[in-house]
């Protein structure tokens, strides 16, 4: 069977799929260093498993409306005002099948065939195809590792033409780490203010900074922007809670309703009992998620300084998700086994067969010469995962 036209130009998820992959070896008693995950290694606070069990044991089993159970949306509400300042009504929150929903439904609502849609590189690999699919194309802006992956607002003001449709922005982001400022954002939205496009803030790693600069997305810079930005959030990095599916995004009212239409015709509400767990997450208190990232920072300057030490590859300290992206440029020209390596994407490959380490390369992600390096796994495999990186490398020619 031949898929349908648009999908030609898509491709799965490379993420998924190295995971899938090393899962596999896993699966067949290989002992597998896996530097692939996107998501933490804590499992889910137990005060918001036992809201989904109380819900299932109260019969919340039904549908809900699409956009949401209007409790959860009071809470998502509140949280936008707590945590960063912005007021909605209630009519401008959606709560999605997690964030990359939110995001899919933005790109069906606004999309018209030949739409572009402003993406810095490196960026989170859903974005292209999730354009793509919506009919639009996805325009690439590079940043530069030597400017802290910020996005240059003169590079940005050369990508906007009249088909600009909207503008991407994710920070922290995965897969740099990268946290812009204020003052960063400022620039790039006062080059967006007289365009007229829309913006869209993934915040999702929003919780998980590091560093001296304090999260800041960019209808806080640039609050005239409000009443053309989506901003999405979600549960899976914050509260452990990737397999729940749960996510929420807020904007411009006719914006979310059209959003909502989409979600009507396809999944319709995010599942009950979940909306429910996720009502809890928004009430705890957080301590979760301070224990988690204090061993993130951990974790985090145990990659970078081994990294840093293997000859051939350098990296910057992130200041926020749980990524690292090593520089391995200049492993490239090296040989391994008789063969010269040439591309992040092939020292990917050896890692996982020879060397049993699965780290995503950065082709995908719109970089290559770099490779991906999640750091939610514990001290000790992360420990044993980097002996075997430079292990690889020493045994390069
Ligand atoms: C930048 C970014 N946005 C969105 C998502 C999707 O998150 P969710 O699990 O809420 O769909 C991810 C997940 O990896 C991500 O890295």
């Known amino acids: 069977m031949q898929p349908a036209r648009r999908l030609q130009q898509i491709k799965p998820s490379p993420t998924l799929a190295l995971n899938a992959k090393a899962r596999a070896l896993a699966a067949q008693g290989v002992d597998v260093v896996g530097f692939a995950a996107g998501e933490p290694d804590y499992d889910t606070p137990a005060f918001i498993k036992d809201a989904a069990v109380e819900a299932l044991r109260q019969g919340f089993t039904k549908y809900t409306a699409t956009a949401g159970i209007p409790e959860l949306r009071a809470a998502v509400r509140e949280k936008f005002q707590r945590d960063n300042g912005l007021t909605y009504a209630p009519e401008q929150v959606l709560i999605t099948v997690g964030a990359k929903q939110a995001?899919?439904?933005?790109?069906?609502?606004?999309?018209?065939?030949?739409?572009?849609?402003?993406?810095?590189?490196?960026?989170?690999?859903?974005?292209?195809?999730?354009?793509?699919?919506?009919?639009?194309?996805?325009?690439?802006?590079?940043?530069?590792?030597e400017d802290g992956w910020v996005p240059s607002p003169d590079a940005l003001r050369a990508a906007l033409t009249p088909r600009t449709r909207a503008v991407v922005f994710n920070s922290p982001s995965n897969p740099t780490g990268a946290v812009l400022s204020r003052k960063d954002l400022e620039a790039l939205g006062q080059v967006i203010l007289p365009h007229g496009c829309l913006v869209v803030s993934d915040d999702i790693y929003e919780p998980l900074v590091y560093g001296d600069t304090p999260f800041c997305n960019i209808?806080?810079?640039?609050?005239?922007?409000?009443?053309?930005?989506?901003?999405?959030?979600?549960?899976?990095?914050?509260?452990?809670?990737?397999?729940?599916?749960?996510?929420?995004?807020?904007?411009?009212?006719?914006?979310?309703?059209?959003?909502?239409?989409?979600?009507?015709?396809?999944t319709s509400n995010a599942a009950s009992i979940v909306q429910k767990a996720g009502l809890a997450a928004l009430g705890g208190s957080g301590a979760e998620l301070r224990e988690m990232r204090a061993e993130y920072l951990q974790r985090r300057d145990l990659v970078v300084s081994a990294l840093n030490a293997i000859p051939g590859i350098r990296c910057r300290t992130p200041d926020g998700a749980f990524y690292v992206m090593a520089n391995v440029k200049g492993l490239l020209g090296k040989s391994y086994k008789g063969q010269v390596l040439g591309s992040a994407l092939r020292m990917s490959e050896l890692l996982l067969s020879d060397f049993q380490v699965a780290a995503v390369p950065g082709e995908p992600f719109g970089a290559p010469g770099y490779l991906r390096l999640s750091f939610v796994t514990s001290r000790e495999k992360l420990q044993k995962g980097l002996s075997r990186i430079a292990a690889f490398a020493a045994a390069l020619g």
């Open 103 to 145: 995001l899919y439904n933005f790109f069906q609502a606004v999309l018209d065939p030949g739409d572009e849609v402003i993406i810095f590189a490196p960026y989170w690999v859903s974005y292209p195809d999730m354009v793509r699919l919506a009919g639009g194309e996805p325009v690439v802006v590079e940043t530069r590792e």
């Open 219 to 266: 209808v806080n810079a640039v609050p005239a922007l409000q009443d053309r930005a989506l901003v999405v959030n979600g549960f899976s990095k914050s509260h452990s809670m990737t397999g729940w599916r749960l996510g929420y995004a807020a904007g411009p009212a006719v914006l979310v309703s059209a959003m909502t239409m989409v979600q009507d015709q396809s």
